[in-house]
């Protein structure tokens, strides 16, 4: 028994290693390559996309595409491209992604400090919400929405992504907070603290990695939803995955394919960036909670 | 006197309201976000069903109808298709997800120096709405010029790649971009499952000398069924709630070849004016739902009673 059979894992020969390799590389590049197609094809003008190999480089590099796309595509009859559409989603996702975060937190500090009977139940209803095919709800949300006064509204989109995120925010919290010393928090109820004190000031500061995840969750989730804003925003209100499918599917005439291709990139920028940010906290948070369930 | 006496009575009933505020704040505190799920989600689906025995075509009513709706959508020949559609995509995407998934698992977990980045790029596409992966594939799978012409131009002359405008390959299509967006988070999964796994046995495996292949299909995967049942019940949510990468992709095209129980429902309640099949065809993919994830949240919610 020598020392390295002490470790983790398995000892492969150069080949055995060369072959693992390899493949890992393979598979990154099929990953990568439509995300390659589509930077480079934004890049290219029109006549350079019809001619071109789809993987070539730009031979001249143009900014156009994207400018188009950013201020004077068209969408059906309006033809001031995509960035009101970028607006509305960012109007949109930023207080619902707050809202739902902090009742989620709310919701998950009562149901693991402060239970009472039923809070299995009231759980369980929670959770089953997360699962839904939201097709369900599509029609009665419509006709409430417009009792509401907020059909075809960013409020709108706000009221359903809250409802429907806080789901998922309770289960985060409510699995977080499961695993907090619950002595600390009898401990503090001893010192006279109150409901909100103990959450304000105990719970609330150790919350960090948690309050992380839940963002990063709920922000990927209302920004590239589709199928509420489709059915709840249409026109001027619409969010940004709404405006560039009509922008890539309804387009008569031309076919702009690098217009569409930078307008897809906007679409896929914030989400990226949050992704390569807070990436590494969400993949911790997601194996923290995939081994858990 | 008397009213100092009155006053410590106040003070009594003060104090005892702030008793009882403080026993129910907790259930205070939950009541918005529980009322708001009750009607929102429970109250919307008792909704829909209803509307689903109604007479209800472009407008919702609320006349009863009995079972129309239900045999007029079993009578629909797109909804026959839809079905047909999400059982083939629903079970190569599931597959799939779950074999490539395990396999990069297995093979980050070999003490790759790059793991950090490569899990990150196989977890990217995730990060994408499908309405962004749908419109990039729909580029790359371009019969006239994406990977065809590109195949072409690199020397393979009879290569040819049309599935997207081809119906009976089109749902095919609809597979490779699904995959290509959920597997890196399957791998993620997995890898999370393998590294919880407990050393010692694997070791005590390698001393007695059986061979890797052999430690990993009779000791490790066994032990990594929690991980492919929380998969599994991703996977099959995901499936059957596809509808976005679909519109994006091949709005359900050619003809109805990629048509999905959730592109059906939308497109019968919001555009053919047809909300009674609509909502039954709602109902319908509820209940495929609820008959995975109900016993599966049931014996969760049990496992952490204990």
Request: hydrophobic content about 50%; some cysteine.
């Amino acid at each position: 028994m020598n020392k390295n059979s002490q470790e983790n894992g398995f000892r492969f020969n150069l080949i055995g290693r060369a072959v693992i390799y390899t493949v890992l590389i393979i598979v990154a590049v099929i990953y990568l390559a439509p995300l390659f197609v589509m930077i480079v094809t934004s890049f290219k003008s029109l006549d350079e996309v019809r001619v071109g190999n789809m993987m070539a480089l730009p031979l001249e590099i143009t900014f156009d595409p994207w400018l188009k796309a950013w201020q004077s595509a068209c969408l059906g009859l309006d033809c001031n491209g995509i960035n009101g559409y970028f607006w509305n989603s960012l109007k949109m996702v930023v207080p619902a992604v707050l809202i739902s975060t902090f009742l989620g937190a709310l919701n998950g500090y009562v149901l693991t400090k402060w239970r009472f009977n039923g809070h299995h139940v009231a759980f369980g209803m929670m959770l089953f919400a997360c699962f839904i095919p939201f097709q369900i709800v599509l029609l009665p949300m419509s006709q409430v929405l417009g009792w509401l006064g907020l059909a075809n509204s960013t409020s709108g989109l706000v009221l359903v992504h809250v409802v429907y995120g806080l789901g998922f925010t309770t289960l985060f919290f409510r699995n977080f907070y499961e695993a907090f010393p619950s002595e600390l928090i009898r401990a503090a109820v001893m010192d006279g603290a109150g409901f909100f004190q103990i959450f304000r000031y105990i719970l609330l500061p150790n919350s960090g990695p948690i309050i992380v995840v839940t963002i990063i969750w709920q922000f990927t989730n209302i920004w590239n939803d589709f199928i509420f804003g489709a059915s709840f925003a249409s026109g001027e209100s619409a969010p940004m995955t709404v405006a560039l499918n009509n922008l890539v599917n309804s387009s008569t005439g031309v076919k702009e394919y690098n217009v569409h291709m930078a307008a897809a990139i906007i679409a896929a920028l914030p989400t990226l960036i949050v992704y390569i940010v807070g990436g590494r906290y969400f993949v911790r948070g997601l194996m923290a909670g995939s081994v858990k369930g | 006197m008397s009213s100092q006496q009155s006053n410590s009575v106040e003070q009594k009933n003060t104090d005892k309201a702030i008793g009882w505020l403080q026993i129910q704040l907790p259930k205070l505190v939950l009541a918005p976000s529980f009322t708001v799920i009750l009607l929102f989600v429970y109250g919307f689906i008792i909704w829909t069903v209803y509307l689903s025995f109604s007479t209800s075509r472009m407008l919702p009513n609320y006349e009863w109808a009995g079972l129309e709706q239900w045999q007029r959508l079993w009578n629909t020949l797109t909804w026959q298709t839809a079905l047909d559609n999400l059982l083939i995509f629903g079970s190569l995407y599931i597959i799939l997800c779950l074999v490539i998934g395990l396999l990069l698992a297995i093979l980050l977990d070999q003490k790759i120096r790059l793991e950090g980045g490569l899990r990150t790029l196989y977890l990217y596409p995730m990060a994408l709405s499908f309405i962004v992966t749908g419109t990039a594939w729909k580029w790359f799978l371009n019969p006239g010029l994406g990977l065809e012409r590109t195949m072409q131009a690199w020397g393979f002359e009879n290569f040819e790649f049309n599935w997207l405008i081809d119906p009976n390959m089109a749902i095919y299509t609809v597979v490779i971009a699904g995959v290509w967006q959920a597997s890196g988070f399957v791998m993620a999964m997995f890898l999370a499952g393998l590294r919880g796994i407990d050393n010692e046995i694997i070791q005590a495996a390698q001393i007695d000398g059986a061979p890797t292949w052999k430690i990993y299909t009779r000791i490790i995967i066994p032990q990594l069924g929690p991980v492919f049942m929380s998969a599994l019940i991703v996977l099959v949510h995901l499936a059957i709630k596809s509808f976005d990468l679909v519109i994006a992709l091949t709005g359900g095209g050619p003809g109805n070849a990629t048509a999905l129980p959730a592109t059906f429902m939308y497109s019968y309640s919001f555009t053919r004016n047809q909300i009674g099949v609509g909502a039954s065809s709602a109902v319908f993919m509820l209940i495929t739902v609820a008959a995975i994830i109900v016993p599966y949240l049931y014996s969760e919610l049990k496992g952490s009673k204990k």
